[in-house]
């Protein structure tokens, strides 16, 4: 599954958000967006699900226009996952696991045994089968967005759309939680707000800086320490961590950098 996103450019109430954003997302990459709160990661993020319409642009997976398909078809396309988990209703694990099936079934269409088969799949690889009878509201935040990344498992899609699905999650959910996506191997476009998560799992990155790309690479060409002082305004130091062979980014305070050579 390959996503395009083309010329993309959003308002609110008249005050420009986004503009002319294109990026590429290739079938199988983990392609990362960071960039400082208020960038626009999120707004990029709902257009490319249809959470919003763009004023301009286009959002094309596998080469169709995402805008010109009934809802349904691109709901079947892409699973979005996002970093809110709140809702309004009190339904059980595995309802919220089983409405990742909507997509694939007509208005009153009863579950098939397949639908089981996948909800219950879905459930077994977050590690949530002895859950799927509590109520969601009885979880923890962490507990929460495994459910709700185990509805997207249940979706089948080979594309997710991740608005910082990890956000508020302390180490252990955030690496459980970007370790199963990887292991999935399908095409994952993520906003992540942590740079060493993105240097650790993303293939590439896009940074958006005042609502326009500023970057686009590697974590090697985008994460350097000239680069992060540009776009976040902070001092660090970027090396490669000899157990991952990933980068290593720590970070400095303006009373701490007398001394320090970049």
Do not use: W
Request: glycine share 8%.
């Amino acid at each position: 599954m390959k996503l395009s996103v083309s010329g993309l450019s959003f308002s609110y109430d008249g005050k420009s958000a986004v503009r002319n954003i294109s990026l590429n997302v290739e079938n199988g990459e983990f392609v990362g967006l960071i960039g400082p709160n208020g960038s626009g990661k999120s707004t990029v993020i709902k257009n490319i699900c249809r959470a919003l319409t763009p004023d301009e642009g286009d959002v094309f997976v596998d080469g169709e226009n995402v805008f010109k398909m009934p809802y349904k078809k691109s709901a079947q396309k892409m699973a979005v996952v996002g970093q809110e988990n709140d809702i309004p209703f009190d339904f059980s694990v595995r309802e919220i696991v089983a409405m990742g099936r909507s997509p694939k079934k007509r208005l009153f269409d009863f579950d098939t045994a397949e639908d089981k088969h996948m909800v219950h799949h879905a459930l077994e690889h977050l590690g949530m089968e002895d859950m799927a009878k509590r109520s969601f509201q009885s979880l923890s935040g962490g507990e929460k967005q495994r459910v709700l990344l185990a509805r997207a498992v249940a979706q089948e899609s080979d594309l997710f759309i991740l608005d910082e699905p990890t956000n508020h999650l302390d180490i252990s959910y955030q690496l459980e939680i970007f370790d199963f996506i990887k292991r999935l191997n399908i095409t994952v476009l993520a906003a992540i707000h942590d740079l060493n998560l993105a240097a650790l799992y993303c293939d590439k990155i896009y940074v958006l800086k005042d609502g326009e790309i500023a970057l686009c690479g590697t974590p090697e060409e985008v994460l350097t320490s000239e680069n992060i002082f540009d776009i976040y305004g902070v001092r660090s130091s970027v090396s490669k961590n000899p157990v991952t062979n990933k980068l290593n980014i720590s970070y400095f305070s303006g009373f701490s950098t007398k001394g320090i050579t970049e």
